[in-house]
């Protein structure tokens, strides 16, 4: 028997497979970087349907990248892009037009001004804190379709989601100072408030978490017909979480109305998206699911909202779920302050981009952008915006005080919805501890 005809033994065969599924998976990582082009046309073209263009054919899966490379995606300037999109948003009225300028003020003001007494060190503030700054378009154009009493599942950069759908500042502010007025009582920090009178679920530091909170939130409301929605907010790097493609086919399969909203930033923690996302978009992962794909400027409001209207519409239809991709950047590092000044926007200085990216990103700011347009559209004066800059400030800041004068935390609320409330255990620790039983 020659050396090809013997028969291989199992050690040897699972030897060879091993050694394939290696080199498989080597080289179908290397597919995206080698060589290996995707016409642009099939990506950002009628393949994707209703989208704002970019300026060139996408980040991602491009081994090339370098820091600074983020600015040839740079969304354009002259909002907005699509005049249907715009006018979807005119539709909403003057009132409706203005409480948004006001949460997107909020959500910025309520941010810059932490950072500023992060930095500032007098409150002795400590602990993450993701900021979600240049990104606020997204949350509130998504915002503004939802209702009240439709979902949301947030993220560790989710402050600007709890504003935009109604989170209350002072016990946000409360939250961050550790105070028992706190959304956590002081015990939970920036990633675990939760409202669950406004439909949020909460912000979360298990990156991939949100995808599956939503859908069963989602699930629960398709089972008792209540035609509510759900949304699953995530960044470029969740998506790389196996339970995305998981999460989005289940509820493409059963038609669950969930809308997963992708805020590509187009930085992983202090990685490009360009070397982790090996598409061009990460909206291209689910195409082949034959679900409505948006991909739009998430720097332009009227974009972010056109898009979640027409997904919203679908889901309530009871057609199930879709895929929003928002193209933005955010001004601050990963996490916490560094680069930062106190009273200065942005950081600069961090190593895995080039602060000439920084600034050119900070003339895009999506805020200044909606302003523009309100003022060009008539729809307010600039003295009617910078009065709802002041208020928005004047909230911001009241909040503060709020938080300095209220109680710190007690030692007891650390176990509070540790477990179920009035269950055994929580008895059984509270009498180990001789602590004082919490009474809320
Ligand atoms: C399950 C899990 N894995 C890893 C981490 C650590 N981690 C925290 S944030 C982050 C990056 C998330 O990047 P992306 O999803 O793009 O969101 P962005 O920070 O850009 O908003 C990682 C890996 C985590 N918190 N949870």
Same mark, same amino acid.
């Given at each position: 028997?020659? &050396?090809?005809?013997?028969?291989? *033994? ?37 393949? %994707? ?45 003057? &009132? ?39 990104? &606020? ?5 998504? /915002? ?23 989170? *209350? ?31 949020? /679920? ?10 599956? /909170? ?7 409301? /398709? ?90 519409? @679908? ?13 933005? %950047?955010? @001004?601050?590092?990963?996490?916490? %302050? ?6 200065? *926007? ?10 000439? &990216?920084?600034?050119? @990103? ?26 709802? *800059? ?38 059984? %620790? ?11």
């Amino acid at each position: 028997m020659s &050396e090809q005809q013997r028969p291989m *033994d199992r050690r040897s065969l699972l030897k060879l497979m091993g050694a394939a599924g290696a080199s498989t998976t080597v080289l179908s990582a290397c597919g995206t970087s080698l060589g290996r082009t995707v016409s642009a046309q099939g990506l950002t073209g009628s393949g %994707f349907g209703r989208q704002v263009s970019l300026a060139t054919e996408g980040p991602g899966g491009n081994p090339q990248w370098k820091a600074g490379d983020s600015v040839k995606f740079l969304p354009p300037t002259d909002i907005p892009t699509s005049g249907s999109a715009a006018e979807a948003l005119a539709s909403l009225g003057k &009132e409706r037009l203005l409480t948004l300028y006001g949460l997107m003020q909020a959500s910025r003001k309520w941010e810059t001004t932490m950072k500023d007494l992060f930095l500032g060190g007098d409150d002795g503030l400590y602990g993450q804190f993701h900021t979600y700054v240049g990104e &606020e378009a997204i949350a509130v154009g998504v /915002m503004s379709v939802l209702n009240d009493d439709d979902y949301i599942a947030s993220t560790h950069r989710g402050h600007g989601h709890l504003i935009a759908k109604g989170g *209350d500042l002072n016990r946000m502010t409360a939250e961050i100072f550790f105070r028992d007025t706190g959304y956590n009582q002081g015990y939970g920090g920036s990633m675990h408030i939760t409202d669950m009178s406004r439909g949020i /679920m909460g912000m979360n530091g298990i990156v991939g978490a949100s995808y599956y /909170m939503a859908a069963g939130a989602a699930l629960h409301a /398709m089972v008792k017909g209540t035609r509510q929605v759900s949304v699953a907010f995530f960044g470029d790097g969740a998506a790389a979480s196996p339970y995305y493609f998981s999460a989005v086919r289940s509820c493409a399969n059963q038609k669950v109305p969930v809308i997963f909203v992708n805020e590509n930033n187009l930085q992983y923690m202090g990685v490009p998206m360009a070397l982790t996302v090996p598409t061009k978009y990460v909206s291209e992962y689910t195409k082949g699911l034959g679900i409505p794909t948006f991909l739009v400027d998430g720097n332009d409001i009227a974009a972010v909202h056109a898009a979640t209207r027409e997904a919203v519409e @679908w889901a309530r239809a009871g057609k199930g779920p879709s895929v929003i991709e928002g193209i933005t %950047f955010r @001004w601050y590092d990963h996490a916490g %302050f560094a680069g930062g000044r106190p009273g200065e *926007d942005g950081a600069l200085g961090l190593p895995y981009r080039t602060d000439e &990216e920084v600034r050119q @990103w900070m003339t895009r700011d999506p805020i200044l952008r909606y302003r523009t347009w309100l003022v060009a559209r008539s729809v307010a004066t600039a003295g009617e915006l910078d009065a709802i *800059d002041r208020e928005m400030q004047a909230r911001v800041d009241a909040s503060v005080e709020f938080a300095r004068r209220s109680p710190r935390t007690r030692p007891e609320a650390g176990v509070l919805n540790t477990y179920a409330s009035g269950a055994v255990p929580a008895t059984q %620790f509270f009498n180990r501890t001789g602590l004082a039983t919490p009474t809320t």
